[in-house]
């Protein structure tokens, strides 16, 4: 089994910047993909950024990259998503996820992953 716990999410104004990040334990020796997945009220889970733990080989939706940066560090266990230049509609819930069985043609396909953390929330502000 894997645990997950996100934090730092936070409100921020239109443009600013905000970290969150990803506590994993457990079997994390099997993870091969790590993601980061939001969800606004009344819509779907997307898949925001996504990191292949051995290679580091890193997959962005088209919405935020160029802004975006997903990063792990090994040692302490943690993944991380650097948010820049945040607008509006960045507002929701944000989740960590990790798998040992994602596919490397869908990385950010929510339903490729089974263990999830409870979520964070980020809301931009105009």
């Known amino acids: 089994q894997v645990q997950l716990v996100e934090s730092g999410g936070g409100s921020v104004q239109a443009g600013g910047s905000l970290r969150v990040s990803c506590a994993a334990s457990g079997a994390t020796y099997s993870i091969n993909y790590m993601g980061w997945f939001r969800q606004a009220p009344g819509k779907e889970r997307e898949g925001v950024a996504a990191?292949?733990?051995?290679?580091?080989?890193?997959y962005y939706a088209d919405s935020v990259k160029g802004r975006f940066t997903i990063s792990q560090d090994n040692a302490k266990n943690t993944l991380y998503l650097q948010m820049n230049s945040l607008k509006p509609e960045d507002t929701a819930m944000y989740f960590c996820?990790?798998?040992?069985?994602?596919?490397?043609?869908?990385?950010?396909?929510?339903?490729?992953?089974?263990?999830w953390g409870q979520g964070t929330q980020v809301t931009v502000s105009s």
């Open positions: 990191i292949g733990t051995g290679d580091r080989s890193t």
């Open positions: 996820a990790a798998d040992p069985f994602v596919s490397r043609w869908y990385p950010l396909v929510p339903a490729q992953y089974k263990h």
